[in-house]
Structure formats: C-alpha cells, structure tokens
C-alpha cells in the first residue's frame, strides 16, 4: 500500500537528477515546491506528495525550493528534528519556515536572468507576492508551469481514484445548501464582486453539505468552487458518474467538472471589469492572474465562507458537544484499562493506540479518526506527530 511513509522511504538522489532532469527543460533555474497542492489545504493527496518525494521529509507543513545546485527545505518550529532524522544533509538543507523564509533566501542566492518555477493553482498570492517582490529586485523572473513536472520525472506516482460523496440531510448539518449559498452570496454582493473562487476541501464541503473519504483522517471530498454572484455554481471534483448526477440533479443544481477543468472553465467564465474573490492564504495565484489578464480585478481578501463556516449552527453545536461527550467516556475507559493493564501485561505505545481506537468503534455513529492518535512514552513525548512504530514501541 502507497503512503507519505513509503514515497518519503524511496528517496534517492536520483529522484533530484530526475527533477533537474526536468526543470532544463522548463528552462528553469528554481523550483518552488509547497507542501499543499491546489487545495491550498494541509492535507493532500498520496499522488501529490511531492514534498515527501523530493525531500524525503513527510511531515504535514513547510515548502522547498530546489536549484540546480541546492535543495532548501523551509519546515516550521514543530519538525527540526524529524526532518533531520528523515532527510539526507548531504542533499537538502534545512531553514526555518518563518525566521529564514524563502524570499530571504531568494534576496540572498537569486541570480540575475534566473527563472523562478511554480505552479500558479498550487501557489497562494501571499506566497507569490512575496516572492515575486524579490524576483523583480534581483532582475529575476517568477514564471509559472505550463504542466506538472512532476508528471515527467515521478514515474511510479500513485493514481488517485474518484470521490465517493455522502450528502448530509438537514439533520445533520442544520441549513440547506441554499440558506448557505444565499449568505456567501450576500457577502459578494456587499464585495461587489462577481466570482468567488474557493479551494479548501473544508468550506466546500461545509458549503454543499457533503463528506468523503478523499484523505486519511479526514472526510472530505477533495474539490474546489466557482461560485457566480447571478447563480452559477461550478464544482470541480474527480466524482463517479452517479455521484456527479445525483449533485447536478439536485434542488441546487451543481455543474459539475474533473479537477483538470478548473482553470480553463476559469478563464471562461470570467469577463472584463468583473471582480473576482480570491483568499490570499488560502487560494490560487491563476485567479488573480486570470482576471487581471482579462481586465478585471481580484479582491484578494479571507473567503467568506471560512467565517461563515465557523460560526455554527444548534445542531452543528449539539453534534460537537455529543462527539465530546462520547469521547470523553472512550478516554475514562482507556485511562482504567491503563491503570491495570501497566501491572499486569507489557504495555507498548502502539498497544495503547489500537486499545483508544477498539473503544472508540463501539461509539454510535463513529466513523473514522481525526488523525492517528500519538501515543507515545519517554522521549517520544517530545516529538511532535509522532506515531507509534510497527514493532510496538
């Protein structure tokens, strides 16, 4: 089975020739390689590891930039020591993500004439300005991708299958689709813009109140929006044929589109002097991009729908404080399971993690957990993410 563990475990030198391989033929000089794909979101797919197959290092933040000559890992305070333990020092250096960030290695490195890659659906405008504002005092040049390099030179990539979707009834999430829809729009109308793009998998799923099982611990369908001000709504989703009916046959009709069709049903559909949303931490740099090409202009601004998500409904509220109370009762039973099995039998960290999750699948309604609990004793307590190894622990 393909996982972050086992695409990191393959690394070799070779996998860099293979990408520089590439970049020559991109002309480009640098690659700018975020952890996130177009999701904008922390959690990606195993085909689009492309940090972990680069580097080595799997954990779920941080962004690398490789050069002909260099690899430079960027992670944040949580990862000094794993990324140490899971990279090659001869091969990847590492900085700090927010102390030592990439536009001050740029300001420092970048050559004159260099061509500085990226992905302009998986790069943020925040990211992009950044670095584009050292790129323009070093003479150098952000270019964007024509296509994946990764398609080129990661031979062995993991295919990903289509979505299943779970609609939830009102029951369940408390508001229609078209109670929410009505409000982001209200909010567009008072931005005075025409379009609002959203690419996190948790406000759309929020938004058209669905789940999947896209990602390990986590239940969304992986998908992005193209929401019209005058009622277009576009879903852009890898769905089976009788899910993608079911959403396009619904009271709120949904066009929907594979994943691939994302930006050019964009470029479509945007006009001259309209004005298109899109989130600057959390959205892609092809929108501002494309409406501006066009002649019309970005508001580049949080998306609505993550505070509107956030503020939650009584049933939403009543469901929260059901799935910690039942928690809770799985924690009181672990804790006496504990205090006797440690005098009883030998108890190991992964031991523990399997007895938290028996007791949590005798819990009505539980479907799958959040993350993989961290069980962990001595100095494995220090770590953070840590997971108890196959052999116990």
Same mark, same amino acid.
């Given at each position: ?39 904008? !979101? ?12 680069? @580097?080595? !290092? ?15 890992? !960027? ?62 005092? %070093? ?23 289509? +979505?299943?979707?779970?609609? &939830?009834?009102?029951? #369940? ?6 109670? %929410? ?13 025409? #379009?609002?793009?959203? @690419? ?89 991009? @494309? ?20 503020? %939650? ?14 928690? +809770? ?7 006496? #399971?504990?205090? +006797? ?17 028996? !007791? ?21 307590? +220090? &770590? ?10």
């Amino acid at each position: 089975m393909t996982d972050v563990k086992t695409i990191a475990a393959g690394w070799e030198p070779s996998r860099l020739s293979a990408l520089r391989d590439v970049m020559s033929a991109m002309k480009l000089d640098a690659l700018v390689i975020p952890r996130w794909d177009e999701q904008q !979101f922390e959690y990606v797919s195993f085909a689009n590891e492309r940090l972990a197959w680069t @580097t080595g !290092f799997t954990g779920s933040w941080g962004l690398s930039i490789v050069t002909h000559d260099d690899v430079i890992l !960027f992670i944040d305070g949580r990862y000094p020591e794993q990324a140490a333990r899971e990279t090659n020092s001869d091969w990847v250096t590492l900085q700090h993500l927010y102390e030592e960030p990439p536009e001050n290695w740029l300001s420092q490195y970048a050559q004159a004439g260099w061509r500085v890659g990226f992905d302009s659906e998986v790069v943020t405008p925040d990211l992009y300005d950044r670095l584009q504002k050292v790129c323009e005092q %070093k003479a150098a040049l952000m270019q964007p991708t024509a296509a994946d390099p990764f398609d080129q030179c990661w031979l062995d990539r993991p295919e990903t299958p289509p +979505s299943e979707v779970l609609q &939830l009834s009102a029951e #369940w999430a408390g508001e229609s689709v078209a109670e %929410k829809l009505a409000r982001v729009r209200e909010q567009m109308r008072v931005a005075e813009v025409a #379009w609002l793009i959203e @690419t996190q998998p948790d406000n759309v799923n929020w938004l058209l109140n669905i789940r999947g099982q896209d990602l390990p611990y986590c239940p969304v369908v992986r998908a992005r929006l193209l929401i019209g001000l005058e009622g277009e709504l576009h879903l852009f989703a890898d769905l089976t044929d009788g899910d993608a009916e079911a959403l396009a046959s619904a009271d709120l009709p949904i066009r929907c589109h594979a994943r691939a069709e994302f930006l050019n049903t964009l470029e479509q559909s945007i006009e001259a002097s309209q004005c298109l949303w899109v989130d600057p931490t959390q959205g892609p740099q092809c929108g501002r991009h @494309t409406v501006e090409t066009v002649g019309g202009e970005a508001l580049i601004q949080r998306s609505p729908i993550t505070d509107l998500k956030a503020l %939650k409904n009584e049933t939403e509220l009543r469901a929260l404080r059901s799935a910690c109370l039942s928690d +809770s009762a799985v924690w009181v039973r672990l804790l006496h #399971w504990l205090e +006797s099995a440690v005098h009883t039998e030998a108890v190991t960290e992964l031991g523990v993690e399997e007895r938290i999750h028996q !007791f949590r699948t005798e819990v009505d309604d539980y479907t799958a957990p959040s993350f993989r609990t961290i069980s962990a004793a001595d100095g494995n307590a +220090s &770590l953070a993410h840590y997971s108890a190894p196959a052999d116990g622990g």
